[in-house]
């Protein structure tokens, strides 16, 4: 009973801190217009979703089974995959591939109602996170985009946290809250102020200290 | 009638199986000169490439068997002759197809279309293996290369006529001789058609197909 309160507040925490995160980007998108924030805003729409789905998953306990293997938790993971794919693919800006994620889970979701492919369901998630975790870095990295960066992080550590529900529920959450905070540091900006180096103002000071010497020395 | 029926087999089929793979090769020798000649890879010759790729796999396999003793080595089966079912022979024939598809999406600039078919055929194949061969994706498989097959048909002579291609309107006329061949079936008619499609498919690979004077390839 203690556990579920503790499950129960930890999935309201998460709730909470995607809501601050939507705020935040609805603001940022106001400013600069760009979708990439609409996208994720919609993402956390299907997180939000699927987190007062576990809740009431828990408290009911009622599995819901379409065909041999389809299960609404199934379902949702699908749709959270895709809306990854769909992120990923609209920050590289590739529009031959914009139709490949919605394709793919119509095609898992017809065989998970005739076959047992729960397997390939995790292996999918599994290689996708992991991927768009490196690819992610990677572009955040050539792009100087703490929020690319951190989303890399969110969507890597939101995976771990679906691995766990199946076993230990809670460890599931409190990655989810942890995955949030990331996401929170890197949409507020403070990666680019902490962690990447600003080479104008690196060139500034260095002239500076060229000039103080040169000073020095008259 | 019977050996009559035997010769225009013979001839029919002899023909595509000799020169199915000659018509690939022109194909991929034109697309390798124009690369090192121009630095840049010419997707239309690409796909019609891949098509005839596609078309020598599914034709040159099953009519050896029908003219040679090997038929009492290999079974027809493993090789197949009909869309009914899931064979080297009805994938090939929904390659062609999804070809087909991905150069009209290329020829009208439909981005977001280039690579859907692929998926799309890649999809159906997966899932067939990775449900054990659940039969529905025989029946599947044959729907989508019969209708996609009539869409491809009509949208080959579409852009054909509106953008003036070459490329699209020889495609048309060698899809259609393909398509009467099959629904003609196994006689006289079929194997004349057999015969007319290798006849087609070595003039569109030897640029001979010219009725407009300037070619729309890019």
């Known amino acids: 009973m203690a556990l579920d309160i503790v499950f129960l507040m930890a999935e309201l925490i998460f709730l909470a801190f995607s809501a601050y995160i939507q705020f935040i980007l609805y603001k940022k998108w106001l400013d600069d217009n760009n979708r990439i924030d609409i996208y994720i805003i919609i993402y956390f729409i299907v997180l939000q979703i699927n987190s007062i789905y576990l809740i009431i998953q828990k408290a009911t306990e009622i599995t819901l089974v379409v065909g041999e293997a389809l299960t609404l938790t199934r379902l949702f993971v699908l749709f959270i995959v895709t809306t990854q794919l769909q992120i990923f693919l609209y920050v590289v800006g590739d529009e031959r591939f914009y139709t490949l994620p919605h394709i793919f889970s119509i095609f898992l979701v017809i065989n998970l109602i005739i076959a047992d492919i729960g397997i390939y369901i995790f292996l999918y998630t599994f ?88 000073d020095e020395k008259k | 009638m019977t050996d009559f029926r035997f010769i225009t087999q013979s001839i029919g089929n002899w023909t595509t199986i000799i020169i199915a793979p000659i018509m690939t090769a022109i194909v991929a020798i034109r697309l390798w000169n124009e690369y090192k000649s121009t630095n840049q890879l010419n997707y239309v010759r690409l796909i019609i490439f891949f098509i005839f790729l596609a078309f020598s796999w599914a034709i040159i396999p099953t009519n050896i068997i029908e003219v040679t003793v090997l038929s009492e080595i290999i079974p027809e089966e493993a090789i197949g002759n009909t869309l009914d079912t899931i064979t080297p022979y009805s994938v090939a024939i929904g390659l062609m197809v999804t070809f087909a598809l991905t150069m009209i999406a ?79 079936g196994e006689n006289v008619v079929g194997d004349i058609l057999t015969f007319l499609i290798a006849i087609m498919g070595m003039i569109i690979a030897l640029g001979y197909f010219q009725p407009y004077k300037q070619e729309v390839e890019e």
């Not at chain 2, 990775?130 to 044959?142: E, G, I, K």
Request: glycine share 8%.
């Open chain 1, 127 to 214: 290689i996708l996170d992991i991927f768009l975790l490196l690819l992610l870095i990677l572009l955040g990295h050539r792009n100087q985009s703490g929020m690319i960066i951190t989303l890399g992080f969110f969507i890597f550590l939101y995976g771990v946290s679906s691995s766990f529900t199946a076993t230990v529920i809670l460890f599931g959450s409190l990655f989810k809250i942890f995955a949030a905070i990331i996401f929170t540091i890197g949409i507020l900006g403070y990666v680019e102020k902490y962690f990447f180096v600003d080479e104008e103002h690196e060139k500034a000071v260095k002239s500076t200290w060229i000039s103080k010497l040169v």
């Open chain 2, 106 to 184: 290329y020829a009208n600039q439909w981005k977001y279309l280039y690579l859907t078919p692929l998926f799309v055929y890649f999809c159906i194949v997966f899932s067939y293996i990775a449900t054990s061969f659940h039969p529905l994706y025989h029946s599947f498989n044959q729907f989508y290369i019969l209708i996609m097959a009539v869409f491809g048909l009509l949208f080959f002579y579409i852009t054909g006529f509106r953008l003036k291609d070459n490329g699209s309107l020889g495609l048309g006329i060698f899809f259609t001789i393909a398509f009467a061949s099959v629904i003609a």
